[in-house]
Structure formats: C-alpha cells, structure tokens
C-alpha cells in the first residue's frame, strides 16, 4: 500500500509540473506576422549542461521563450525537465540540459523585447549519412526505409508545415528568421565523412525549402578539436558549406572546452550561444 502511494504522489507531481506549463493558443499570439526560429542537429545542439543554469532560466522555464510542442500543435512555454522531451527529443534525465540555442534566442528576446518563437528537432547520435554505426535517428535526404530511425528532417518538416497551417488558421503568417544547427559527430570517420558535403546540402536545401526561403540564414557551429569525434573531413565540408553559400554563418568552435569525450560544458555553450547571438542580431 505505501508503494502505491509512493507512485500515486510522484505521478501527480508529475502531473502538476507538466499543467504548469503555460501555452499559447495561435489566436492570441498578439502578432499577424510571427517570427520563427528553428533548431536542430545532434547532442550538442540537443543540450546537455545539466548545471549550472544561467540565470534566466528560473524554476526551469525561460520566460518569454516558447517553442512548438508537435503533439498539443501549439507554442509552450521554453520548459526544462522531465516531459519536455517535446522540445529536445532527449530521455528524461537529458531533458533538464540547455543547450546553445537558449542562450542566443533569450539575449534576441531582450534585445527586442518581444516574445521568441521556436521549432526545434534535434536528437543525440543522430547523423546526416542514412545510417551509421550509432544508428540513432538520421537527417538524411531522401529519406528511405532502411534508414535509422527516427527519420528527423520528414519529423521537422512536419512540425513546420504543422505550425504554418495552424498559424494561417488564424490568418497569421509565419517568417521564418533562421535555422541554428549542430552537427556532425555521428558522420566521423569513412565513408560517412567524405558525404558530408553533400548530405548536409540537401537537408539545408530541404529545410529551406518547406520553410518558402531559399535565403534562409544558417548558422552552424564546428566540432571542438578536443571531442574524439573531430574530424577534419567533416570540417572541411562545413568551411566549404559557408564559403559557398553567402546565407551560411559558419561558428568556430575548434578551441571550446567539453565536460565529456563529446558534449559542449557550460563555458563552451555559453560561448557558442553568444557567437549565435552576435549573428542573430544583425539578422533583418
């Protein structure tokens, strides 16, 4: 019987958390036209500083942030911890890690003063290659069956279309400012490396693509010298990636410290959400 209630009591605090959270139904988001940003890519843009917290994420939410929740197909609150598996993709414990992303979209809010709005898919392990040894979800165009799974750029588009078309519901439109991205851990080492190029091409094409703006401004960010899945192939292709395309903002993040053999620490991603931030706000 004390087990039952043990059970009982944590699954209505859970509960309780997760109705806490507030969301913002379309026809009483204030503007007509709505500004979105998108993230996405692997673990590191996932999140996975776990402590400590800036100090505008306050009781684990981040206020004037919200971000498209793909079940409730609407913006809640930018909410950190156990079910927001909807913003990261992440287990539950990784759930309670900030990433880069955060960092920049809260400095854009208070620079402007106004609400941020965000899709964001991203999922640790995932890769550009169809399938590698990791085998966690990849972005791959096209997409095929015999890809790992989850198919992550079909699930973003979806999302995108998702919020397009409920935002025009309500005769809004959405302007899509600029996709933040990290990635290309899982696509160390042959022959995943030397497609990268081209893979990562098209998946940006795509997003551009489903979002009606072929000038998409992308801001990416390199992988630290010190992860053991550094790959100077991989950076290559992505200096390559920026130089031909002028809407392309390549990061370097060569130098950056990690609090494991891969993940960003706090000081890199604090770092790395600042440089973003440096390009967002020059961003018309």
Not at 19 to 24: D, E, T
Not at 75 to 90: D, N, V
Request: net charge neutral; proline share 4%.
């Amino acid at each position: 019987m004390k087990r039952i209630f043990v059970i009982c009591t944590v699954l209505l605090c859970s509960c309780n958390w997760f109705s806490n959270r507030h969301y913002i139904p379309s026809s009483q988001i204030p503007e007509d036209t709505v500004d979105v940003y998108l993230v996405g890519g692997q673990s590191n843009a996932d999140g996975r500083v776990l402590s400590p917290y800036p100090d505008f994420i306050r009781d684990n939410k981040v206020d004037s942030v919200y971000v498209w929740e793909r079940k409730q197909k609407e913006f809640g609150t930018y909410q950190l911890g156990p079910g927001s598996e909807y913003l990261s993709g992440s287990d539950s414990k990784n759930s309670r890690a900030f990433g880069f992303d955060i960092v920049a979209l809260k400095q854009l809010q208070q620079k402007e003063n106004k609400n941020i709005y965000i899709i964001k898919r991203t999922k640790g392990g995932s890769s550009i290659a169809p399938k590698t040894s990791e085998n966690s979800g990849s972005w791959h165009y096209p997409a095929s069956d015999t890809m790992s799974k989850p198919i992550l750029l079909e699930e973003f588009k979806k999302e995108i279309q998702d919020c397009i078309g409920e935002l025009a519901s309500q005769k809004k439109y959405v302007r899509f400012k600029a996709l933040l991205w990290h990635q290309g851990e899982s696509d160390f080492g042959a022959p995943f490396d030397a497609q990268y190029f081209e893979n990562t091409r098209a998946v940006f094409e795509q997003i551009r693509l489903c979002c009606g703006n072929h000038n998409l401004p992308i801001i990416m960010g390199t992988i630290s010298h010190k992860s053991i899945k550094f790959s100077e192939v991989i950076e290559a292709s992505q200096k390559k990636l920026a130089e031909t395309d002028s809407n392309i903002h390549l990061i370097d993040l060569s130098n950056e410290t990690l609090q494991d053999p891969y993940h960003f620490d706090y000081n890199a991603t604090v770092s790395f959400g600042n440089k973003v931030y440096g390009v967002l706000k020059e961003i018309k």
